[in-house]
């Protein structure tokens, strides 16, 4: 299976941009990549996805990069509501299971 | 409103007795999905079920059954087989098959002593 790899933890201050990498060099060409964000004590919560290009929703930014071995999800302006373990998953569209790592814990100072 | 529900939201048990953690969606959703997850750590696939009669291991499924007779319910059964079972256990849904966006229930958290 493919891998993703994450910082263990980032900072960033409120209403700041906030960037967080992923590495995933041995993606496959069936592989999406998704991101998803945990808030203790809850289930994750989907955030964004994407196959080749930038993509772009309500709640963040996901840049892709051109031979698709690493990623970045963009908040735009964190909020103290954006403190959450954040997931960088490759999700095969074929086998249609989801594997998690470890994520990445954002912590966000007022 | 349309979501996952999953019960009880704390649950305990004596070791050596079966345990069934409920999940019920109103999605319509084909796909259903467990996981489990441990302090500080990433979640992992127990079992997942495309339609209504099948389901497939993940990678954790020694010691947990599933079933999945209505296309709104896929109970799992943690069984005394399951060697360290306290843990946060986690549902999930999706509206098909393929890399679609999953819906997570709020989870249970189960001890056993």
């Known amino acids: 299976d493919a891998k993703t790899t994450q910082p263990n933890s980032m900072e960033s201050n409120e209403e700041e941009p906030v960037h967080l990498p992923c590495n995933h060099s041995?993606?496959?060409?069936?592989?999406?990549i998704h991101w998803y964000r945990q808030l203790p004590s809850q289930g994750p919560e989907y955030v964004i996805h994407g196959l080749t290009s930038n993509v772009n929703n309500r709640m963040a930014s996901l840049a892709i990069a051109e031979d698709r071995k690493s990623s970045t999800l963009i908040l735009h302006r964190a909020t103290l509501r954006d403190a959450a373990v954040y997931y960088c998953?490759?999700?095969?569209?074929?086998?249609?299971?989801?594997?998690f790592g470890a994520g990445t814990r954002l912590t966000v100072k007022p | 409103d349309g979501g996952i529900t999953q019960s009880p939201k704390y649950l305990f048990r004596k070791e050596g007795q079966n345990v069934t953690l409920s999940c019920e969606q109103n999605l319509n959703h084909d796909a259903m999905y467990w996981y489990r997850q441990d302090p500080g750590q990433g979640l992992r696939l127990i079992y997942y079920s495309q339609i209504v009669n099948d389901f497939q291991k993940g990678d954790i499924a020694e010691g947990y059954s599933v079933s999945r007779e209505k296309k709104e319910s896929f109970p799992l059964t943690v069984t005394s087989a399951q060697k360290n079972p306290t843990a946060f256990y986690l549902c999930a849904s999706q509206s098909s098959y393929g890399a679609y966006e999953q819906y997570f229930g709020p989870g249970t958290r189960l001890t056993v002593t």
């Open positions: 041995t993606i496959s060409g069936t592989d999406y």
């Open positions: 998953i490759l999700r095969d569209y074929i086998r249609n299971d989801m594997r």
